[in-house]
């Protein structure tokens, strides 16, 4: 079968399948198999398709994500790569990462908190070069994923496998990034791939989805520095308990995602 002839098939499969975008998908998948820029496929047309192909286009009617079939997944201009050990980025982080890089002070001792493919942290170790990051996270598998990352990037970083902030001296660090695990265990509004394919531990906080947050702004009051940010990403919805959580800050402010979902809770101490 030619390339243009797989294009279209696969394309017919995946919209029966459900998956928004088929065609680009499709696309997507080949361009990979071929080891070419997407546009370039036109050109290879009447090529025969690969064999690989047909084993990814199963892997995705099969409901896996698309990041992980690919090994990565684009964050704030740049590729990262993933993993099923970690999170795949979600656009509604970088309004977390904008307000960092806006808010650290110069010279800012930062750290991002369950760090996962390590795009928050990386990210703002580039945007900020005058900032300095610690990495941690509870699972050493996504710590390994973070620190190639760092390298890829050429950024860098220190790593430590914590539990959210425990081990960190009293007023010791200036900013504090985080997007916790924030979804209930038994949230029926999860999507049931990512139920299925992303780690656990990176998605679900206890009964309530709160059991991180609750934590980590304890935490938080302690490590920060006076005039110190904490930053943490939070699910629609848990804007209020969360803001009642940091009753030790000075002040107090909501940023929202491109959708208009109340997404970022930041603490000025
Ligand atoms: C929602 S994911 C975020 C990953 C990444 N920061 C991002 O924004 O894509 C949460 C991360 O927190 C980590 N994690 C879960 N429980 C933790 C804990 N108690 N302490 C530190 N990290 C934890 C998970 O392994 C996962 O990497």
Not at 149 to 176: E, M, R, T, Y
């Amino acid at each position: 079968m030619t390339v243009r002839d797989w294009l279209t098939q696969a394309a017919d499969r995946l919209s029966a399948s459900g998956v928004a975008s088929p065609r680009l998908e499709a696309q997507v998948l080949m361009a990979h198999c071929l080891h070419v820029d997407r546009d370039r496929l036109l050109l290879l047309d009447e090529q025969d398709a690969p064999h690989d192909a047909d084993v990814l286009l199963k892997r995705r009617l099969a409901g896996e994500p698309l990041a992980y079939i690919l090994g990565w997944k684009e964050f704030y201009r740049r590729r990262f790569e993933v993993n099923p050990s970690v999170l795949i980025p979600r656009p509604e982080t970088e309004t977390l990462v904008e307000a960092v890089i806006e808010l650290a002070p110069p010279e800012a001792l930062c750290v991002d908190v369950g760090t996962g493919s390590g795009c928050i942290g990386v990210t703002c170790a580039l945007e900020r070069s005058d900032t300095r990051w610690i990495l941690t996270d509870v699972s050493r598998e996504a710590l390994h994923v973070a620190q190639r990352n760092a390298c890829h990037h050429a950024v860098a970083c220190w790593f430590l496998q914590a539990d959210l902030l425990s081990g960190f001296q009293p007023k010791s660090v200036d900013v504090i990034a985080c997007n916790p695990p924030y979804v209930a265990e038994a949230d029926p509004r999860l999507d049931p791939s990512v139920r299925k394919f992303e780690p656990a531990v990176a998605l679900f906080a206890g009964e309530t989805g709160l059991e991180h947050l609750s934590r980590l702004a304890v935490q938080a009051a302690e490590v920060l520095k006076s005039g110190g940010w904490l930053l943490m990403e939070v699910g629609e919805g848990q804007t209020a308990h969360v803001l009642s959580l940091c009753e030790k800050a000075r002040a107090c402010i909501v940023r929202k995602d491109l959708a208009g979902i109340e997404r970022v809770v930041i603490a000025a101490y």
